[in-house]
């Protein structure tokens, strides 16, 4: 526990600091590349940016652009001539430096001034006013200066791209970490969560995979744990499965002696009712036997052959031998496939899984009732759904249903003659056709036994 | 007809003792063996038939009758196989048996299929020769009557009720003949679901077949089979 503790606690540790030293990096890099600029620089850099434009003559432009902006800028040299201005800082510029006019920028400026006189507003709150000098190319000191209205942090106007760089850098950061985070702690707890999943879908050969079972953490021991689970739940299941093969196995030489003892005994003291029912019983024990071999071997099976197969004409095969087999009745079957899609399947073993809840719906069915087969395309599956109208079965013995020697009302037992091994060949058999099948009471009454079975997979 | 001698061979003998008194009471003359050798060594003497069960010791029935086949392809052969076991019973069939029969057997089924047997070996040893008993089709010959079969020249070696199975598509060509009405014909009984034999028999035919291309023996799934003949 302490291991994974410290694990989980070293790896936010890391994170975090990561997604700090990452946003830290971004914002400096940004800050030395000129993209964002700290209140710090602010002045500095705006100064060099108009002499830079002074120099290279598009200072009307910047001046122009900052204006809009609510800066205002002016620029000196040494002796206090002013150079260029902006009619904002004219009188500014008159009084408080004495600025000297030359006579080419006297003329236009003026009349600008004039016409803003009217705008003014007053002082505004929260501006800066400074003057930065800045050396030129030639070496000679100029002096910048400002008024904005803007404090320092937003002197320089800044794109809104270059704004959102800063947030979108820091989120990336942290994508990464949450990614790394997952990676670590996630995946792990996946991969078991995976092998549960098979495991309880009575896949008994599941194991945690050795990457997540060799960890040296609780996740690991947790791994283990499993493991050793799911191996005890695998043997216990495979002893039980051989002890039911032996014992089948072994009931067999002395029946097959009474089989043959009995008709020797009948051809000398000639037929009756005990010696018939011997024969009877004989040949109930030998059925029963023979399917749980049937059902041992189905287990034993890892896969079938399947082969891709049209359902309409098994389906058939086994409806019109349940027609057969009850003609002497008023119990009916209804059909309606609506041309289902290929399956890969294997005819025998299909049909006989099928033909098993058949019967037992036939079998449960009311008189004068009718038993309803009907198919519909799902996704990748298709759906068989064979309904009866009859009783129905407890909602807490559905489940068990599927399981050998289940019965839900032991008195119908010997009525039957089903040796209640039927339903659970049924649910191996569509297992190995890697398909799935259940049972509900439908709402109006009568047992619904759903099959599903994976559609097959064209290649376009 | 004479007292029909078929060699039993069981390695459970309370089993075999009565099976033994069962079919002596319905008029077979019995050899009863209980392990593969003396299986073997008795097979060395003339018999109508020879059921052999598969799991024996010393020699199991599986070699027993790979080792008659070698010489002897025209006595019938039943095996007894454990009941489901599919393995041992297509290797049987694959090795030449006639026909199988699931252990614990009924007996009543045991002597139905003893029956079939022998009596399709009869129908053709009691009849006189006849003309018709000759069948030529592509470039095969066979004789009805002495149960010859020759292919391209070659005398074909068939065991019993691969010899009867030809003779049921031959007599028939291009017509489809399902596997039920086969089984019925010549094993005398229905087929299961789970019934592989009539496919062995008949994939034993094609390998034997397969010298010659006029003559094809084709699968109609889940139906059946039909001779497809090739006329020049």
């Given at each position: 526990?302490t291991r994974?503790?410290?694990?989980?606690?070293?790896l936010?540790?890391?994170?975090?600091?990561?997604v700090?030293?990452?946003?830290?990096?971004?914002?400096?890099?940004?800050?030395?590349e000129?993209?964002?600029?700290?209140?710090?620089?602010a002045?500095?850099?705006?100064?060099?940016?108009?002499?830079?434009a002074?120099?290279?003559?598009s200072l009307?432009?910047?001046?122009?652009n900052?204006?809009?902006?609510g800066?205002?800028?002016?620029v000196m040299?040494?002796?206090?001539?002013?150079?260029?201005?902006?009619?904002?800082?004219?009188?500014?510029?008159?009084n408080?430096?004495?600025?000297?006019?030359?006579?080419?920028?006297?003329?236009?400026?003026?009349?600008?001034?004039?016409?803003n006189?009217?705008?003014?507003?007053?002082?505004?709150?929260?501006?800066?006013?400074f003057?930065q000098?800045?050396?030129s190319?030639?070496?000679?000191?100029?002096?910048?200066?400002?008024?904005?209205?803007?404090?320092?942090?937003?002197?320089?106007?800044?794109?809104?791209?270059?704004?959102?760089?800063?947030?979108?850098?820091?989120?990336?950061?942290m994508?990464?970490?949450?990614?790394?985070?997952?990676?670590?702690?996630?995946?792990?707890?996946?991969?078991?969560?995976k092998?549960t999943?098979?495991?309880g879908?009575?896949?008994l050969?599941?194991?945690?995979?050795?990457?997540?079972?060799?960890?040296?953490?609780?996740?690991?021991?947790?791994?283990?744990?499993?493991n050793?689970?799911?191996?005890?739940?695998?043997?216990?299941?495979?002893?039980?499965h051989?002890l039911?093969?032996?014992?089948?196995?072994?009931?067999?030489?002395?029946?097959?002696?009474?089989?043959?003892?009995?008709?020797l005994a009948?051809?000398?003291?000639?037929e009756?009712?005990?010696?018939?029912?011997?024969?009877?019983e004989t040949?109930r024990?030998?059925?029963l036997i023979?399917?749980?071999?049937?059902?041992?071997?189905?287990?034993?099976?890892p896969?079938?052959?399947?082969?891709?197969?049209?359902?309409?004409?098994?389906?058939?095969?086994?409806?019109?031998?349940?027609?057969?087999e009850y003609?002497?009745t008023?119990?009916?079957?209804?059909?309606?496939?609506?041309s289902?899609?290929?399956?890969?399947?294997?005819?025998?073993?299909?049909s006989?899984a099928?033909?098993?809840?058949?019967?037992?719906?036939?079998?449960?069915t009311e008189?004068?009732?009718?038993?309803?087969?009907?198919a519909?395309?799902?996704?990748?599956?298709?759906?068989?759904?064979?309904k009866?109208?009859?009783?129905?079965?407890?909602?807490a013995?559905?489940?068990?249903l599927?399981?050998?020697?289940?019965r839900?009302?032991?008195s119908?037992?010997?009525?039957?003659?089903?040796?209640?091994?039927?339903?659970?060949i049924?649910?191996?058999?569509?297992?190995?056709?890697?398909?799935?099948?259940w049972?509900?009471?439908?709402p109006n009454?009568?047992?619904?036994?759903?099959?599903?079975?994976?559609?097959?997979?064209?290649l376009? | 007809?004479?007292?029909p001698?078929?060699?039993l061979?069981?390695?459970?003998?309370?089993?075999?003792?009565?099976?033994?008194?069962y079919?002596?009471?319905?008029?077979?003359?019995?050899?009863?063996?209980?392990n593969?050798?003396?299986a073997?060594?008795?097979?060395?003497?003339p018999?109508?038939?020879?059921i052999?069960?598969?799991?024996?010791?010393?020699m199991d029935?599986?070699?027993?009758?790979?080792?008659?086949?070698?010489?002897?392809?025209?006595?019938?052969?039943?095996?007894?196989?454990a009941?489901?076991?599919?393995?041992?019973?297509?290797?049987?069939?694959e090795?030449?048996?006639?026909?199988?029969?699931?252990k614990?057997?009924?007996?009543?089924?045991?002597?139905?299929?003893?029956?079939?047997?022998l009596?399709?070996?009869?129908?053709s040893?009691?009849?006189?020769?006849?003309k018709?008993?000759?069948?030529?089709?592509?470039?095969?010959?066979?004789?009805?009557h002495?149960r010859?079969?020759?292919?391209?020249?070659?005398a074909?070696?068939?065991?019993?009720?691969?010899?009867d199975?030809?003779?049921?598509?031959?007599?028939?060509?291009?017509?489809?003949?399902s596997?039920?009405?086969?089984?019925?014909?010549?094993?005398?009984?229905?087929?299961?679901?789970?019934?592989?034999?009539i496919d062995?028999?008949?994939?034993n035919?094609?390998?034997?077949?397969?010298?010659t291309?006029?003559?094809?023996?084709?699968?109609?799934?889940?139906?059946?089979?039909?001779?497809?003949?090739?006329?020049?």
């Open positions: 526990m994974l503790f410290f694990k989980i606690a070293g936010l540790l890391i994170t975090n600091l990561l700090m030293l990452t946003g830290y990096l971004i914002v400096k890099w940004l800050e030395n000129r993209v964002l600029i700290s209140p710090q620089q002045p500095q850099i705006l100064a060099e940016r108009v002499v830079d002074y120099e290279t003559g009307e432009g910047l001046a122009k900052l204006g809009k902006h800066t205002f800028i002016a040299d040494e002796n206090r001539n002013v150079l260029f201005t902006v009619p904002q800082l004219r009188r500014m510029l008159e408080r430096f004495q600025g000297r006019f030359f006579p080419r920028d006297a003329q236009h400026p003026n009349r600008q001034s004039n016409n006189r009217g705008n003014r507003r007053g002082p505004r709150r929260g501006g800066v006013q003057t000098s800045v050396p190319s030639n070496g000679e000191l100029l002096s910048v200066v400002v008024r904005s209205r803007h404090n320092f942090r937003n002197l320089i106007p800044q794109p809104a791209w270059r704004e959102r760089a800063k947030i979108i850098g820091i989120i990336l950061g994508l990464l970490a949450s990614m790394v985070l997952s990676y670590f702690v996630v995946k792990p707890v996946r991969s078991l969560r092998t999943q098979s495991l879908q009575h896949d050969s599941a194991r945690v995979e050795p990457a997540v079972a060799d960890r040296n953490d609780a996740i690991g021991e947790l791994g283990r744990d499993f050793r689970m799911a191996q005890r739940l695998d043997d216990s299941y495979k002893s039980q051989q039911l093969r032996d014992v089948s196995h072994e009931l067999r030489s002395p029946l097959a002696r009474i089989q043959v003892a009995s008709l009948e051809q000398k003291t000639g009756s009712s005990e010696l018939k029912r011997i024969d009877q040949l024990l030998d059925g023979e399917t749980i071999l049937r059902l041992t071997r189905l287990n034993d099976m896969n079938l052959t399947l082969e891709s197969l049209d359902l309409s004409p098994l389906i058939d095969a086994i409806v019109r031998d349940a027609h057969y003609q002497n008023q119990k009916n079957i209804e059909v309606s496939l609506n289902p899609p290929l399956i890969n399947a294997d005819f025998e073993n299909l006989s099928l033909e098993n809840i058949l019967r037992n719906a036939m079998y449960y008189d004068s009732s009718t038993v309803t087969i009907t519909q395309t799902k996704k990748e599956v298709l759906e068989l759904c064979i009866d109208a009859g009783p129905g079965v407890p909602e013995d559905l489940a068990r599927f399981e050998p020697f289940f839900s009302d032991t119908r037992n010997e009525k039957t003659g089903s040796n209640g091994v039927g339903l659970a049924t649910r191996r058999i569509i297992e190995l056709h890697k398909g799935k099948v049972a509900t009471n439908s009454g009568g047992l619904a036994v759903i099959v599903q079975l994976p559609i097959e997979k064209r376009h | 007809m004479t007292q001698h078929i060699l061979a069981d390695d459970d003998t309370v089993l075999a003792e009565l099976l033994t008194e079919l002596q009471s319905q008029g077979f003359k019995i050899t009863l063996v209980h593969g050798e003396d073997l060594a008795a097979s060395k003497s018999k109508d038939m020879i052999l069960d598969i799991m024996m010791p010393k029935g599986l070699q027993v009758l790979k080792t008659v086949r070698q010489t002897d392809n025209e006595t019938p052969v039943i095996m007894l196989t009941r489901g076991d599919d393995i041992d019973r297509i290797l049987g069939l090795l030449g048996a006639d026909d199988y029969m699931p614990p057997c009924n007996p009543r089924e045991l002597l139905a299929r003893v029956n079939a047997i009596r399709r070996a009869n129908i040893e009691q009849k006189p020769a006849a018709n008993d000759r069948i030529e089709i592509g470039d095969l010959v066979m004789n009805k002495n010859q079969v020759q292919l391209l020249d070659h074909l070696v068939l065991t019993q009720t691969e010899f199975i030809l003779q049921m598509l031959l007599e028939s060509p291009d017509e489809l003949i596997k039920q009405h086969i089984s019925e014909e010549i094993l005398g009984r229905k087929l299961g679901a789970y019934d592989r034999s062995v028999h008949i994939s035919l094609r390998r034997k077949l397969s010298l291309e006029t003559l094809n023996i084709q699968t109609v799934r889940g139906s059946g089979y039909l001779l497809n003949v090739t006329r020049d």
